[in-house]
């Protein structure tokens, strides 16, 4: 992987800006530990071939000055870690709340002004070192060595902190319960009536045992009715809920769907489970085939919201 890193190397005895330069644009280095792995014998080559008489002696001092410095790199870097680290790591141990506290001094020739300065770090990535702090961050000022206000701040912040915390896991746990038993809903059943006054329904499903072909006359009135039932939480009665009902017709021949009537809509009173819903069509238009009639209906209300979903055998329509 190539280095991208960039350091001065102008800290080096002896290297300047052109100097830097060429380092860079000739043998392509652009940092201490680039320069502190290379060869002396490759920068002596290159510095003659440029024309340019520098002694070894001071090409191993610029090799052995840019190792010291990539070592003090390394061990800046090495404890800026270490500082934005938790200070407790193990046994389950982690911060929910840092501060950084801050005594400045101020001088203006003889006189000196003192102030303590407190910043809130929300956040872990702003748990780091105090001269990388962002200006945005959540802080207080106090003129002199202060103690006991600094104290009353930070405790005041901590105090909301944990009532936040608190909260959202009140908030969780009500949300939780809320979604955790949803009501379930299910078409038992799917009848045609013809006539609509029909005594002797034709019954297209009940709980999977389905007839087969049965027939209607597709321009003589009919109506398509379906029973669905609610079920609630366990050992808990089914509220009271809002419901859609929608009946579909596809024509298995030519694949086109079409929807009887609007939709059904009405209120499923608190305790009751079962309802039922019908659509009518006194001057139907349905042209001979074989159909299936889909019904589709929707619950909605405490504690959330359902589908339920049934599809008919093939219905001959003459």
């Known amino acids: 992987m190539v280095d991208k ?9 002896g290297i300047g800006p052109s100097r830097q330069k060429w380092f860079g644009e000739v043998l392509g280095v652009n940092s201490f530990e680039q320069l502190a792995n290379l060869s002396p014998d490759i920068i002596e080559s290159g510095l003659k071939e440029e024309g340019r008489i520098i002694s070894r002696n001071t090409i191993e001092e610029w090799i052995a ?46 006189e000196r002004e003192l102030r303590t300065t407190v910043h809130h770090m929300e956040t872990a990535e702003e748990q780091t070192l105090v001269h990388e702090m962002e200006e945005d961050t959540e802080g207080k000022v106090w003129p002199g060595l202060e103690n ?11 105090d909301i902190k944990l009532r936040e915390s608190s909260e959202a896991k009140q908030s969780v746990r009500k949300k939780t319960a809320a979604t955790a038993t949803p009501l379930h809903i299910e078409i038992n059943q799917i009848r045609i009536l013809q006539p609509l006054d029909s005594e002797t329904p034709i019954d297209l499903g009940r ?3 389905f007839r087969l072909h049965p027939v209607i006359k597709g321009r003589e009135p009919f109506a398509v009715e379906a029973i669905f039932s609610v079920e609630g939480p366990a050992n808990g009665s089914v509220p009271s809920v809002k419901y859609e009902a929608r009946f579909y017709m596809e024509n ?15 209120v499923l009173p608190r305790g009751e489970t079962s309802c039922k819903v019908e659509v009518e069509l006194e001057n139907p238009s349905i042209p001979p085939g074989f159909y299936h009639i889909t019904t ?15 599809r008919s055998p093939q219905l001959h329509v003459l």
């Open 296 to 310: 589709v209906v929707t619950i909605s209300g405490k504690p959330g919201r359902s589908m339920g979903y049934l």
């Open 148 to 158: 006991k206000q600094l104290c009353e701040w930070m405790a005041e912040r901590l």
């Open 207 to 209: 709980g999977g045992a």
């Open 5 to 13: 890193k960039v350091d001065d190397l102008t800290r080096i005895k």
């Open 252 to 266: 298995l021949d030519t694949g086109e769907e079409r929807q009887l009537d609007d939709v059904c809509r009405g």
């Open 65 to 110: 000055e840019a190792a010291k410095l990539a070592d003090e790199d390394r061990s800046s870097s090495e404890r800026k870690k270490e500082i934005s680290k938790p200070a407790i790591q193990n046994n389950g141990w982690h911060p929910f709340a840092s501060f950084v506290v801050e005594f400045q001094e101020h001088r203006n020739g003889n």
